[in-house]
């Protein structure tokens, strides 16, 4: 309001009379049949004054009330221990307390559902004289918030099923262990990020022929269920594919093939993927290793003498994504004592817990590889879940790593 | 873990109950302060307690809460402590005598009761249906709060003065350890337990309390070899805020006797 104001003063009190009149409000009637309910208590909780809007709802007279009962006696059982262990306490402590649910029990036994807030009056002096409580009808409320409770409790339920389908799809997709492999250690890890969805990380070992294993890992584009479908075909297709030519180029070459074939119609579905061949070494021990990659992460070599060797595979593209995919191929050798490590790149891209957050990165990776070597692939592993829980949230994709060590 | 009062003196442990933390013990802190090295701690759930801590097994029975107790008078190393346990935590304290009792030194017992339950001769007070209602009022009540409200459960250990200055902060506990407490609480039967104490005990009882029915109060006295029982005139199940100053004076009468 501004001084220009005069106008509507002049207006106002030209009014009062006639609204004073319409209203014909006493303090007493305000009180009394206020739209809400009303109730005044000693410290202790015995009632000292009730007025007429509550005693409707309960059904009492104020002779049943005044100065006999006290205000949690009108509760029902549940609500006076809540009273008790909850909101008088806080009354205590902060002087108010308000939209507390409870509910009131009525003169007939039917109950209602109330929202209560209460504030201490205190005298000149600070010290505590009664407390004032309004009551306000929440049948209304109560049935939304009920109805809120149970579909919060439904979403649960149906979260924890999706989490038990996604668990059990992921098992699926993974080799429940790894099998035996004479003269080799493995070892693997899966970080899954959300226990809503299924990720698109792989990986497997399996043996071929005359004492040959193949493996492979890799990442699926995507996440849910259509990555999932991707996942299962991609693991079986390689699997068929090297028992049909173990050659690596050729297992991804026929893995690129069955992929385009697959999706020609669609959004096309593509992955990056290692592939590699190990076949015992008679002569000098240990076992080769042929490695073909689709535009995945090298493989990083930790030897027995403690250096580490990165097995660049440069220039593959994704799989599945064009007729004739370039896949990059390299030759090596798995000595003893070496170990051979395969890792998504939900390692290198999480974001480090130090300040700037900033990738992990390759470098880092072939760092710490270096301060393992020479190493066996369960310590590797070990080493790598410690890296991996040390990002905390800022490991925010699946992570698959499959480690191979030749025994020394 | 709270630690005040005089350095050197004989240490009092302040154990909260169920619905709030231990806030509820600050009108009798300062008077208890004078004469004892104070302990305060919030039950894992409760107050600024830390939420990873709990374990829906361990805390399904009192014996989990009783084992913290135990775990804290060991890392206290002060020598026994005066436990002093509002509520439920008078049985947690209890259990803890019957397990450790060269742990503690006395044992006082706030508005007690072994068993909510009513149960044949023994009045408890409630019925198993009471606290299924209990429950619900619990849902209903903590329906507005857990999401938005769980920066405050966590609370700012550094600065006390932040966590007092948020509404109902105080008796806010996450719903779900809130249930289980709340079962574990009232479906108790702890009567057994009392002949095992064997440390020296005071029984406080109000003389109108919703949730320690008159008699209860003389049943864990009358079962507790050579315990005493102290009758407050004070209305309610929480005399430290309702009677703060003749709550201290029993605890100080009691624990500060024989030293």
């Known amino acids: 309001m501004g001084e220009s104001g005069g106008d509507a003063v002049c207006a106002d009190s030209d009014d009062q009379f006639p609204f004073a009149a319409l209203l014909e409000d006493s303090l007493e009637d305000l009180y009394e049949n206020a739209p809400c309910g009303y109730l005044s208590t000693l410290l202790d909780g015995q009632i000292a004054k009730i007025n007429a809007t509550l005693l409707g709802w309960l059904g009492y007279r104020p002779e049943d009330l005044v100065g006999r009962r006290r205000f949690a006696d009108l509760l029902t059982v549940g609500g006076r221990i809540y009273h008790e262990t909850h909101f008088a306490p806080l009354l205590r402590m902060q002087g108010e307390v308000s939209g507390i649910a409870l509910e009131l029990k009525a003169a007939d036994g039917t109950r209602l559902p109330v929202l209560v807030t209460s504030t201490v009056r205190s005298g000149s002096d600070g010290q505590p004289l009664l407390i004032r409580t309004t009551i306000f009808d929440a049948r209304d409320r109560r049935a939304y918030e009920t109805e809120l409770l149970r579909a919060r409790q439904e979403s649960e339920r149906e979260r924890e099923r999706l989490q038990r389908l996604t668990t059990a799809l992921q098992r699926t997709l993974l080799p429940p262990v790894l099998p035996p492999v004479p003269g080799l250690e493995v070892a693997a890890h899966y970080h899954i990020a959300s226990p809503d969805e299924v990720g698109g990380d792989f990986y497997d070992l399996f043996p071929l022929a005359a004492g040959a294993w193949g493996l492979f890992l890799g990442d699926v584009r995507g996440k849910g269920a259509a990555a999932a479908a991707v996942t299962s075909l991609v693991r079986y297709t390689l699997r068929a594919a090297a028992v049909y030519d173990p050659d690596p180029a050729a297992v991804l070459a026929n893995l690129n093939t069955v992929l385009c074939t697959e999706y020609r119609d669609y959004e096309p579905r593509f992955c990056t993927v290692i592939f590699g061949l190990l076949v015992p070494d008679a002569d000098a021990g240990g076992f080769t290793l042929a490695l073909a990659s689709g535009g995945h992460p090298p493989a990083l070599l930790l030897r027995a003498d403690g250096t580490v060797t990165c097995l660049p595979t440069p220039g593959g593209q994704l799989i599945g994504v064009l007729p004739d995919a370039r896949i990059s191929t390299t030759r090596g050798r798995l000595a003893p004592g070496d170990t051979l490590l395969l890792y998504t790149d939900g390692l290198t891209e999480a974001r480090t817990a130090g300040a700037g957050h900033r990738r992990y990165g390759d470098d880092a990776l072939f760092d710490l590889a270096a301060g393992l070597a020479p190493t066996t692939a369960a310590a590797a592993v070990d080493a790598l879940i410690g890296l991996l829980n040390s990002f905390g949230d800022g490991l925010d994709d699946d992570t698959a790593v499959l480690a191979i060590s030749a025994d020394s | ?259």
């Not at chain 2, 759930?45 to 829906?56: F, I, K, Q, V, Y």
């Not at chain 2, 857990?146 to 509404?167: K, Q, Y």
């Not at chain 2, 507790?224 to 009468?253: M, Y």
């Open chain 2, 1 to 259: 873990m709270v630690v005040t009062g005089r350095e050197g003196a004989p240490v009092v442990m302040l154990a909260h109950g169920f619905g709030c933390d231990q806030n509820m013990w600050r009108l009798v802190v300062p008077a208890l302060a004078r004469e004892f090295t104070v302990v305060l701690f919030d039950h894992v759930g409760a107050g600024r307690s830390d939420l990873s801590a709990w374990n829906p097994r361990r805390y399904a029975t009192l014996d989990g809460y009783a084992e913290d107790v135990v775990e804290i008078c060991v890392e206290l190393a002060v020598g026994p402590v005066t436990f002093v346990g509002h509520s439920v935590s008078s049985m947690i304290g209890v259990l803890a005598a019957a397990r450790r009792p060269e742990l503690f030194d006395r044992l006082v017992l706030l508005t007690p009761s072994p068993c909510y339950l009513e149960d044949g001769d023994y009045h408890g007070g409630f019925s198993a249906a009471d606290i299924d209602e209990l429950l619900a009022s619990l849902e209903s009540n903590y329906l507005g709060w857990s999401a938005t409200m769980a920066p405050v459960i966590m609370g700012n250990p550094d600065r006390p003065e932040l966590g007092e200055e948020l509404t109902n902060s105080f008796c806010r506990t996450d719903p779900d350890i809130a249930r289980s407490f709340a079962r574990a609480t009232f479906l108790s039967d702890n009567r057994a337990d009392l002949a095992r104490v064997r440390v020296p005990t005071l029984v406080v009882e109000c003389s109108n309390d919703a949730i320690a029915p008159t008699g209860v109060g003389t049943f864990v006295q009358a079962s507790i070899p050579g315990s005493e029982l102290v009758t407050l005139t004070a209305t309610g199940h929480c005399p430290q805020l309702s009677a703060p100053e003749a709550t201290a004076a029993a605890i100080v009468a009691f624990a500060g006797t024989g030293r």
